[in-house]
């Protein structure tokens, strides 16, 4: 399950900023299903990260969906101890989010 409050690109199209979805709604996500919880972390914003991995969701997609595609600024996830998702196109893009 993913737990959005609403799909990124009407909250785009509605002149709004796509972020991560309010803890709080996570949590009632979480507690309302027995499947795995997937949430969302926008690029490179490591702290929205350590937030999802202390209301311990089973995983994190670092993703496009919220903010434009960056190259150089992914989230370091060597001090994560939760798995981490995203799209490529290629091995080579696959590996600049996983150096």
């Known amino acids: 399950v993913m737990a959005l409050e609403r799909i990124p690109a009407d909250i785009k ?6 972020r991560s979805s309010d803890p709080a709604m996570i ?8 499947v795995p919880v997937m949430a969302k972390a926008r ?3 490591f702290y929205e990260a350590k937030i999802l991995e202390a209301l311990q969701v089973d995983c994190i997609d ?11 600024n992914h989230i370091d996830k ?11 196109q290629d091995l080579g893009e696959a590996l600049r989010r996983i150096a």
């Open 13 to 18: 199209a509605d002149g709004g900023v796509a």
């Open 27 to 34: 949590v009632d996500v979480m507690n309302s299903c027995s």
């Open 43 to 45: 690029i490179g914003h």
């Open 62 to 72: 670092e993703s496009e969906v919220l903010t434009a595609a960056d190259e150089t």
């Open 78 to 88: 060597r001090p994560f101890a939760i798995p981490f998702v995203c799209g490529a």
